[in-house]
């Protein structure tokens, strides 16, 4: 295994800000969605992509006000302060569950944040401002068309072959460790083939040749092999050709093959279906308690955001009771 899938410091110091900032219950929830994500943040730490899905928002945001509101105004608009993420517990909640509601549905970020800016202008809302993160999802009567029009747009997308995972280290064949990410991305290609009506020599030269991603006995398990011997030399003649050139394989690092969920606090459970799965379970398991330590070494507890809430709530109660205690004293009389 890559260097015993041990991450780099950088990628530990993200796992630690993140258990810093989110409660263990948040974080266990990451291990639900590096199966049903979309493929390209399955190897990305949460904290990473919750960046990534803050400046797409903040991007797109500025693209949909010049082009609906005001095109003079967008350049001193961004929807979300990138200087707020740090400092703002509410700004950094509202971007993280946003992000999450995108992986549930297993679409990429720019997608899901520019579908929902269109869904709410088609509704004729926006007047001076788009939705914020936490309204993306669009909670509300309007909700069940929100999900049709998601679902209806994104399946072109990926009919079309405009959402793809191109050229990732993490999906080629010589790096399959069997992660549960890369078999599901290897059923994913194959079953594009098999429903984009695409000719299986082009296919062959897209996946296999060019980008690396299905070998031949992937295919051989949904196609005939001696089809697949055919179309393969096609293929193949294409690359002797000049036709087709095959892309450089990306360099794989450290952090390449490490679950998006991996090290977190709550994550990694001995008897969770993912996790059995997965070939850097014990691993997990190591980082995840040596996490706790270094949150506890900085926050003075291995829980800080659970220990502030109830700090919060024993001061909410003990003032109630006070105020409660003074109602009831007698009043003294004149």
């Known amino acids: 295994m890559l260097r015993s899938m041990t991450p780099t410091t950088k ?4 796992i630690v800000q993140t258990a810093c900032w989110f409660p263990t219950q948040t974080l266990a929830i990451e291990a639900d969605l590096v199966s049903i994500k979309w493929f390209e943040y399955r190897f990305m730490s949460p904290l990473d992509a919750t960046l990534r899905f803050a400046r797409l928002y903040r991007e797109i945001y500025q693209q949909k006000f010049a082009s609906n509101i005001d095109r003079d105004q967008a350049r001193n608009v961004v929807g979300s302060d990138p200087k707020r993420f740090s400092k703002d517990p509410r700004e950094r909640t509202q971007l993280w569950m946003a992000r999450v509601r995108a992986d549930v549905v297993g679409m990429r970020y720019e997608d899901y944040i520019d579908f929902s800016f269109d869904f709410a202008l088609r509704r004729g809302h926006v007047r001076k401002k788009l939705p ?5 999802h669009h909670g509300d009567a309007a909700h069940d068309y929100w999900v049709a029009y998601r679902l209806k747009r994104w399946e072109e997308l ?3 072959g405009i959402a793809s995972v191109d050229n990732m280290t993490c999906y080629r064949v010589e790096n399959r460790k069997g992660f549960p990410a890369q078999m599901a991305f290897r059923d994913f290609a194959v079953e594009r083939i098999l429903t984009t009506g695409s000719s299986l020599a082009q296919a062959i030269e897209v996946y296999c040749l060019q980008n690396g991603q299905l070998c031949r006995a992937d295919l051989e398990g949904r196609f005939d092999p001696e089809l697949v011997e055919q179309q393969w030399a096609l293929a193949d003649s294409s690359v002797r050709n000049g036709r087709v050139t095959p892309t450089v394989a990306p360099r794989l690092t450290q952090v390449d093959l490490l679950p998006s969920c991996f090290g977190l606090p709550g ?32 926050m003075g507890s291995e829980t800080p955001v659970e220990d502030a809430r109830r700090k919060k709530t024993a001061e909410r109660v003990r ?7 003074r109602a009831a004293a007698p009043t003294s009389s004149a």
Do not use: T
């Not at 994550?267 to 279906?273: G, I, K, Q, T």
């Open 11 to 14: 990628r530990l110091d993200s």
């Open 132 to 136: 914020r993160p936490n309204q993306l």
């Open 158 to 160: 990926v009919r079309d």
């Open 267 to 298: 994550a990694p459970e001995v008897d969770r279906p993912v996790c059995v799965s997965c070939p850097a379970s014990d691993k997990c398991l190591q980082i995840s308690s040596r996490v706790r330590e270094k949150v506890k070494e900085r």
């Open 319 to 325: 003032a109630w009771r006070a105020k409660q205690k």
